[in-house]
């Protein structure tokens, strides 16, 4: 009989990964069994507050842990690949934090590894995973506000300047694009399909990252969609999709999806909140496919992560944005 959970590890014992920690603590697939930072005592502390069995010194130690059924990626872009890497080769199962990685080459190797050791990996975009997603899509295949033509969505705040901090620092893959731009992208490719032109452009900090990014994108049906994301400047935090017969709104912070907004005639809002933490449910979608044998999701299947990475690769090449080291590669 298989196990009723699945033990987790967290690489990385920094802020996202609290937040996946909770999730894990409130998913009843899912037991927190370890967590692994370069200081032990960081790990030890983390472990404390959030209830893991185990707290190792290393990366190393933790994907070495036979115990341990899937490990979370938590650490900066710039290391996920390396991360996920170390994971597969030692036998685990991953969740890589978004963005997957830097650019769609090292996604295909990310890819390609898992798929040779016939593990499971999954990009880690909560978001498409929300009840309130599936509702919106629903919505919008019932044609509740007729023929969509347009939508708009941003994702901004602001953060003071500090060249070292991980949002500002190329090293570590910083600027607005990769950290929150992939949410509002996110939204529209996963409600409309892969774009057929998209056109960036963006306001480039001192350190070289984008600090704010604008993205426009046409898509087959000939929808358009209207982006932003922003490192220096707060925005509404809201998204809105209109159509021939009316408007579905989604209040800030629309990409939590707790609430829609129906404006077709009426108003009238649709309650699409959810008991405990938003990222409970990427954790269970793990646990699902893990306990189903399956090595890639089918709501969040490698091709999406193949594809919102390519867009990306497009949208810097676009704006002029290459980290230290790469040679990004047309798109």
Known sequence: MADLKKNWGILGAGVIASKLAKGINQTDAAVLYAVGSRDVSKSQDFAREYGAEKAFGSYEELCQCPDIDVIYIATPHSFHKEHTML??????NVLCEKPFSLNLQDSEEMLSLAKSKGLFLMEAMWTCLLPGMKKLQELLSGGAIGQVLYMEADFGFQEPFDKNARLFNPQLGGGALLDVGIYPLTLATFLFG??????????????GVDELSCYNLEFENRV????????????????????????????ADWWLMEKLIITNGSKREID???EGSEYTFEVQEV?????????????????WT????SLMDQIRADIGLVYPGEVLTEV
């Open 306 to 309: 193949r594809g919102i990475m």
């Open 272 to 274: 699409t909140s959810y």
């Open 87 to 92: 994971a597969l080769n030692n036998g685990k």
């Open 287 to 303: 646990c699902d496919c893990l306990f189903n044998g399956q090595t890639e999701s089918q709501t969040l299947p490698h091709d």
């Open 194 to 207: 892969k774009p057929k032109k998209v056109t960036a452009n963006a306001r480039m900090g001192q350190s």
């Open 224 to 251: 358009i969609a209207n982006l932003s994301a922003s490192i220096a400047v707060e925005t509404s935090h809201s998204a809105t999709i209109y159509g021939t017969e009316g408007t579905i709104h989604i209040p």
